[in-house]
Nanobody
Framework: QVQLVESGGGLVQAGGSLRLSCAAS????????MGWFRQAPGKEREFVAH????????DYTDSVKGRFTVSRDNAKNTVYLQMVSLKPEDTAVYYC???????????????????WGQGTQVTVSS
């Protein structure tokens, strides 16, 4: 059983930056591929980014490509989401999620992930 705790959210002006962290415990972190998702008010949860177990493969939704970077430090049991050039439409609760296998074609599917954090709020003002 893996526990995930996100941190680093907050209020930032458009054009600003934030770095989200997701700390994992209760499992061997390197065995899990990790995803970031977000949910804006009144909208469904959506895929943001994914990183493979080794960190060698990443994937991003089109709206964040070039602005967000996902990374991981397996020694620290932590995955990060660096966000720059933030826009008001990035406002959402951001969740990290873990799955105990590398995903390929299904890495953007919510149902493929086994464990979820409680989320951290990101608010971008215009």
């Amino acid at each position: 059983q893996v526990q995930l705790v996100e941190s680093g959210g907050g209020l930032v002006q458009a054009g600003g930056s934030l770095r989200l962290s997701c700390a994992a415990s209760g499992g061997t972190f390197g065995r899990y591929a990790m995803g970031w998702f977000r949910q804006a008010p009144g909208k469904e949860r959506e895929f943001v980014a994914h990183i493979s177990r080794s960190g060698g493969s990443t994937d991003y939704t089109d709206s964040v490509k070039g602005r967000f970077t996902v990374s991981r430090d397996n020694a620290k049991n932590t995955v990060y989401l660096q966000m720059v050039s933030l826009k008001p439409e990035d406002t959402a609760v951001y969740y990290c999620a873990a799955v105990s296998t590398d995903l390929y074609g299904s890495r953007r599917l919510i149902a493929r992930y086994d464990y979820w954090g409680q989320g951290t709020q990101v608010t971008v003002s215009s």
